[in-house]
């Protein structure tokens, strides 16, 4: 009579999860747009498919939700369903959806909290307490203590530590153009862009650029780093147990080293650091009067934060940027125009150097339209990340969009940049193409110009939550360019070289770009220099 129990018992629970698993697969979310989903697997599967499928070395995950909605007949959302792997997911495509996301909300006045799973995948590398996994007033309350650090007006008061980065940059530059050899422009100007973030919120000089004796902790750092960069989807760690455990005894080292930067510069402060806006000060918090470990430990996790965005957003857009005007030779040539004119004929970078630190310094930087209009256009082709929120169930988020109201209670919602950025509803047939003078138009008024909505570029998002540091970022980038745009004729090699004619000259395009012998996708860019 027992065993016939446990049969029925077993019957009744198998068909229990069984209906509970067919609801949740084919119903709870059936009003969202999607492609059918496996009962087992969900959308992994299909998702898997896209990504090995997809251009090789590319941002697997966004470029296969790029080609789902695509399959899809380019709905302004749809649905991915992770689970049991993952979360249960809404994909935006449409800059109107994206807006209405992170827009602020009755229940959340500071805008859709973060999805916590992504930032604590993050926590070797960012810290638990870092500002980007912060929620509710406890964002608010970093956000106000760090907005003072990134006033544009104290900003520019970093221009001779760039300055001085950048001519290390230089240097490096000029060996490898000496010697003509490949280097992966990359790691270059990630070690560049290391250099700089450090000096600014530290003021320490690790000599990550040095090429005959680094130092160990850019090295670690960049190791850290480099386990997530591997990453095609974001894993439970007991899927990776190997990787969970680098990742443990790398950020162990980087955090021993910020606890002895954080102990120095206590130990040395003055009187008149009591005020300073250096994020490492900003970082202390306010009114500590005593070195605690929790003290140390927060500090360290907002550290570690403004280092992995300051230098890698940098590094890759700069990398991108010198890949793509290389390439666009009327893009490279108007803004060596506009560079000629502003800082004049003249292209010794001293001499761009004099001018900078002179006092039209920063009205120099601001008059530099065209540049910002390439690294405008850069950053719409190429964005650092999207941003993914998460919703609960009663919370009322519902969303307009061109095919009626969708309901978004309970699911993860992610804005996903690279395809809200090359939507050709928004910038036409160019969408996918470099052509930094749509900016221009647009801020002009060009009457024969579609205006581009402001929500349609974002990445750096927007909203209350929008990236703090963006300002820096495009202060490094104008200054980097000033100085080394007239100086080097970038030339890639292997993966996105330029086709070339019998005379060895390459070949422009109908769209007067460089053909090229494959397509690039990637941020490893090898290339060889050559002194213009």
Not at 314 to 332: D, G, K, Q, V
Request: glycine content about 6%.
């Amino acid at each position: 009579m027992l065993w016939l129990l446990v049969v029925c018992a077993v019957v009744l629970l198998t068909l229990y999860c069984y209906t509970k698993l067919q609801y949740k697969r084919f119903c709870q979310y059936a009003s969202l747009p999607q492609v059918t989903p496996s009962l087992a697997l969900g959308h992994l599967k299909i998702v898997d498919h896209f990504i090995r499928t997809g251009k090789p070395n590319g941002h697997p995950v966004d470029l296969a939700f790029q080609a789902l909605n695509e399959a899809l007949g380019r709905p302004p959302l749809m649905f991915v369903d992770f689970r049991p792997v993952g979360p249960a997911m809404v994909i935006v495509r449409s800059h109107e959806v994206a807006e209405q996301v992170c827009k602020t909300h009755r229940q959340f006045p500071h805008s859709l909290p973060k999805v916590p799973h992504v930032y604590s995948h993050l926590a070797h590398v960012t810290g638990p307490t870092s500002i980007l996994g912060a929620d509710g007033d406890k964002w608010k309350q970093l956000r106000r203590r760090f907005n003072a650090g990134f006033a544009p007006q104290y900003l520019i008061t970093f221009l001779p530590q760039i300055i001085e980065k950048s001519f290390t940059f230089l240097r490096n530059l000029d060996h490898f153009a000496a010697t003509g050899c490949s280097f992966p422009l990359l790691s270059v100007t990630g070690n560049l862009t290391f250099d700089i973030i450090t000096s600014v919120t530290m003021d320490v000089d690790f000599g990550a650029q040095d090429l005959n004796q680094r130092n160990e902790f850019p090295r670690i750092y960049n190791e850290l780093c480099e386990t997530y960069a591997k990453e095609q989807m974001d894993l439970p760690w007991f899927f990776t147990p190997f990787t969970e455990w680098k990742r443990r005894r790398l950020a162990k080292r980087v955090k021993k080293t910020l606890t002895s930067v954080i102990r120095d510069a206590w130990a040395n402060r003055k009187e008149q650091d009591a005020k300073s806006r250096t994020i490492l000060f900003l970082s202390l918090g306010d009114n500590v009067t005593t070195l605690t470990q929790r003290v140390i430990d927060e500090a360290c996790d907002q550290l570690n934060t403004f280092l992995l965005a300051g230098h890698d957003t940098s590094s890759i857009m700069l990398s991108w940027l010198f890949y793509e005007l290389s390439r666009t030779p009327h893009a490279m040539a108007a803004l060596r125009n506009e560079l000629d004119n502003l800082f004049g004929s003249d292209t010794n970078p001293s001499v761009v150097r004099e001018k900078l630190l002179s006092g039209k310094g920063q009205d120099l930087l601001n008059r530099m339209t065209y540049t910002a209009a390439a690294i405008k256009e850069i950053l719409r082709l190429w964005p650092p990340a999207g941003t993914a929120r998460i919703t609960k169930p009663g919370a009322g988020l519902k969303v307009q969009t061109s095919m009626g109201e969708y309901n978004l209670e309970g699911v993860n919602v992610y804005n996903c940049a690279f395809m809200i950025q090359r939507d050709p509803e928004v910038y036409g047939e160019t969408a996918n193409d470099f052509v930094p003078e749509r900016w221009l138009r647009n801020e002009n008024g060009d009457p024969g110009a579609e205006p581009i909505p402001s929500s349609a570029w974002r990445p750096f998002e927007r909203g209350p939550r929008n990236c703090i540091g963006q300002e820096m970022a495009f202060l490094e980038a104008r200054v980097v360019i000033a100085l080394t745009a007239r100086r080097y004729d970038f030339v890639k090699n292997g993966l996105g070289e330029f086709e070339f004619d019998s005379a060895g000259r390459p070949i422009l395009d109908e769209k007067n770009r460089y053909k090229v012998e494959s397509e690039v996708y990637p941020v490893s860019l090898h290339v060889r220099l050559r002194l213009s």
